[in-house]
């Protein structure tokens, strides 16, 4: 079955600096990749996903990238704010499948 | 948007005893749904997938008889927790297919368990 590895499991970085999660995957089949952010005793928000047809997506200072070829894919936050320090999941769908198979999760901590 | 409540959002109970949680989809029909556990600081792990009308399928490892799921309608799914133990206190999380797109997902606010 598929299975999704996350990293870095915990990322610290200075308010206004850029923060970069990374996501591999090994099921080529699998042709959705979501990202979600997850506060504590919360449940998982979507803040941005991509399709195995688009290689770039970008929503103001949240952008994912994709690598077909390599299986890995990315989520890029940009001009950091206190807000997103949070829990972040990437996760990989299969075609038709739908089900989520979700990545270790990394911790986001935006220092002021 | 689409909306997925569940309910209760929280439960303590006795070790050996049964615990329902409710998962539903409020304005629109979910034919399939899909139950996740959660233990402190780690991922969401698919338990079963909950569908509509007929037996629901378990992920590897994952108990069908102690983790009973029934999908009587196009807008509730059940989890029944049969026999709690310690072990099973974990935040429990139903989710359903939007239908706008494919593979989107809405999520319930979980459940958190606490078997004592």
């Known amino acids: 079955g598929e299975n999704v590895e996350q990293h870095p499991s915990t990322l610290s970085v200075q308010e206004g600096d850029s923060a970069v999660i990374k996501c591999t995957y090994s099921?080529?089949?699998?042709?959705?990749f979501p990202w979600y952010k997850q506060e504590l005793g919360k449940r998982p928000q979507l803040i941005i996903d991509i399709r195995s047809n688009v290689g770039e997506k970008k929503d103001q200072r949240i952008a994912v990238t994709l690598n077909k070829t390599a299986k890995h894919f990315s989520l890029h936050i940009t001009e950091t704010q206190p807000e997103d320090s949070a829990v972040y999941f990437c996760a990989a769908s299969l075609q038709g499948a739908q089900k989520l198979v979700f990545g270790q999760g990394t911790r986001l901590t935006i220092n002021p | 948007g689409a909306v997925v409540s569940q309910h209760p959002s929280w439960v303590i109970c006795k070790s050996g005893t049964s615990v329902k949680i409710e998962c539903r989809s409020l304005d629109f029909q979910a034919t399939t749904m899909f139950w996740y556990r959660q233990f402190p600081k780690q991922s969401l792990m698919l338990m079963a997938t909950s569908n509509e009308g007929s037996k629901a399928t378990y992920e590897q490892g994952v108990e069908k008889d102690k983790f009973l799921i029934n999908h009587a309608s196009l807008t509730l799914s059940t989890l029944t927790v049969t026999s709690a133990h310690p072990e099973d206190s974990s935040f429990y999380i139903c989710?359903?297919?939007?239908?706008?797109?494919?593979?989107?997902?809405?999520f319930g606010p979980g459940t958190r368990l606490t078997v004592l």
């Open positions: 989710s359903a297919p939007s239908g706008r797109q494919p593979n989107e997902q809405f």
């Open positions: 099921d080529s089949a699998s042709n959705y």
